[in-house]
Structures are given as structure tokens and as C-alpha cells.
């Protein structure tokens, strides 16, 4: 089935850093996402990319959709304490397909 | 709040019973997913709705799992005969299907099976 690579599994930053965070695939997508989940809370969507190549910013928060189609990368600057949390990527054709997470913990 | 709402947050029970989920999607959605998420994994896709209409499954959805959503509103995700492998995060999500790729998810139902 189609899977997901999500790297790094976890960072470890201090306050202020730049955070950059990617998901590779063997398929293509016609949709990248990428999601925010805190401890017992549901994922919170963070930016939707639709077109290849598509660059999007949402604040500190900028991601992109990869030419291939087949990898997306989120960036986030500056990054302040309530960025910690776990962040997915997730794919689309026709159902969501998720990485497996990238763990982001800041250091005060 | 206007948001996905699901009902119960945790659920602990003993193996062998069974148990149902609901979820609430946010109200001018018409489509509604339901996910699986273990521990340290991103969520799986379970199945999905259209209206009240159920149109894909993954094979995680053995004959023991049944979900619905009979006036194309709210959702119920039940599990039969619970088993310790069953123990994950139950999460539900919602979207337009003029938009169907942004997925708005709810706060899940843990389950721990005994």
C-alpha cells in the first residue's frame, strides 16, 4: 500500500530555531497536508497544498508541494514553545495517507 | 463551537464486549471519515461517508466493526466482540466534498480493551 517516509522522527531545538521537517512517497499525491496533534487531541490541520510546486504560508508556517509530487517539507521560523507537538504529513489521491510523525520538543 | 465532536473521550471496557463510538461532524459537511491511530503511528484510514452513504472501507475494518450514519449527519463506529489489538485512538473527520481533501478531525475516543 501506498506509505509515507516522515523525517526526522524527532527534533530537539531551542527556542527561536528554525524547525524543517519533510515526507518522501513512492506515489504521487494530488494533495499534501500537514497536521499538528497534541497529546489526546485530535491532528489540527495546519496547511493544505493542491498544486504541484505550490509554496503556502500560514505565519511562521510555510510548506510545499513538491514538483515530483511525490514529497512535500514544512518549515516553521522562529519557533516558540507552543509549536511542540507532533506533526503529520498526509498524502491524498483518493483517501488520507499519513507519515508517521515528526515529534518536535524545544528546550527552553 | 462549531467544530468535530466526538462522544465518549475515553472508553475502557473488558474483551469480548461491545462498544459504540459517535462523532458530530462540523454541521455543512457531508463527508465523514473515521481513522485509527496506535501509539507513535500517524492515523490509519478506517472508512468513509458521503452523506449516508458508505463508500470505501480498508481492509482494517473486519467484519467485527460496523459504522453508520443513517440520516447522513452524525456517525456511530461500533466494534463487537473487543479484542486487546482493538486499544488505539478513534479519531473521526469531516469535510465538504466540494473541498474533500481538508479533513477537519475531532478530539477522538481512546479506547483501552482489558
Known amino acids: 500500500g501506498q506509505q509515507l517516509n516522515q523525517s526526522p522522527q524527532s527534533m530537539f531545538i531551542q527556542e527561536g530555531e528554525d524547525v524543517s521537517m519533510n515526507c518522501t512517497s513512492s506515489s504521487i499525491f494530488n494533495t499534501w497536508l500537514w497536521y499538528k496533534q497534541d497529546p489526546g487531541e485530535g491532528p489540527v490541520l495546519l496547511i493544505a497544498?493542491?498544486?504541484?510546486?505550490e509554496l503556502t504560508s500560514n505565519g511562521r508556517l510555510t510548506a510545499q508541494f513538491g514538483i515530483t509530487r511525490k514529497d512535500s517539507f514544512l518549515n516553521i521560523s522562529a519557533s516558540i514553545p507552543s509549536d511542540v507537538g507532533i506533526y503529520f504529513c498526509a498524502g491524498q489521491l483518493s483517501k488520507l495517507v499519513f507519515g508517521q510523525g515528526t515529534r518536535l520538543t524545544i528546550n527552553p | 463551537d462549531t467544530g468535530v465532536s466526538q462522544d465518549p473521550r475515553h472508553k475502557i471496557t473488558k474483551r469480548g464486549q461491545n462498544v459504540t463510538f459517535r462523532c458530530d461532524p462540523i454541521?455543512?459537511?457531508?463527508?465523514l471519515y473515521w481513522y485509527r491511530q496506535t501509539l507513535g503511528q500517524g492515523p490509519e484510514f478506517l472508512t468513509y461517508f458521503q452523506n449516508e452513504a458508505q463508500l470505501e472501507k480498508s481492509r482494517l475494518l473486519s467484519d467485527r466493526f460496523s459504522a453508520e450514519r443513517p440520516k447522513g449527519s452524525f456517525s456511530t463506529l461500533e466494534i463487537q466482540r473487543t479484542e486487546q489489538g482493538d486499544s488505539a485512538m478513534y479519531l473521526c473527520?469531516?469535510?465538504?466534498?466540494?473541498?474533500?481533501?481538508?479533513?477537519?478531525f475531532g478530539p477522538g475516543t481512546r479506547l483501552t480493551v482489558l
Open positions: 473527520a469531516s469535510s465538504l466534498s466540494l473541498y474533500g481533501n481538508e479533513q477537519f
Open positions: 454541521s455543512e459537511h457531508n463527508r
Open positions: 497544498l493542491y498544486k504541484a510546486g
